[in-house]
């Protein structure tokens, strides 16, 4: 069971990146997928997630991203997808996916830290001003 983040990278400000996550060892439509970040310095953060597509669709994203980012899942290739746009300097950090049960992590409109339990390794995201 793995999850493999990229696309990260160095773009300006105002510029945009996808990232993607890459699931293997196990169905992506089955569980619930979180995008999180964490700044030098700062606390890992919820960033966005996604319903698994066999519970109730649901997805969040963190105030500062709402109407910038897009959190999408493609699952015949077992991937989840963060599409990056209008990136600020302070969007700069690593960002992480991760894997939560059906039903859990990611409902009520909320993310749920606690219910991740398998992570992926973080791919760097810079934005120069």
């Known amino acids: 069971v793995q999850l493999q983040a990229s696309g990260g990278g160095l773009v300006q400000a105002g510029g945009s990146l996808r990232l993607s996550c890459t699931a293997s060892?196990?169905?992506?439509?089955?569980?619930?997928i979180a995008w999180f970040r964490q700044a030098p310095g700062k606390a890992r953060e919820g960033v966005s997630c996604?319903?698994?597509?066999?519970?109730?669709?649901?997805?969040y994203y963190l105030d500062t991203v709402k109407g910038r980012f897009a959190i999408s899942s493609d699952n015949a290739k077992s991937t989840v997808y963060l599409q990056m746009n209008s990136l600020k300097p302070e969007d700069t950090a690593v960002y992480y996916c991760?894997?939560?049960?059906?039903?859990?992590?990611?409902?009520?409109?909320?993310?749920?830290?606690?219910?991740?339990?398998?992570w992926g390794q973080g791919t760097l995201v810079t934005v120069s001003s």
């Open positions: 060892g196990f169905t992506l439509k089955y569980y619930s």
């Open positions: 996604l319903s698994s597509s066999v519970s109730t669709a649901s997805t």
């Open positions: 991760a894997r939560a049960d059906s039903g859990y992590g990611c409902y009520g409109g909320r993310l749920h830290f606690d219910d991740y339990d398998v």
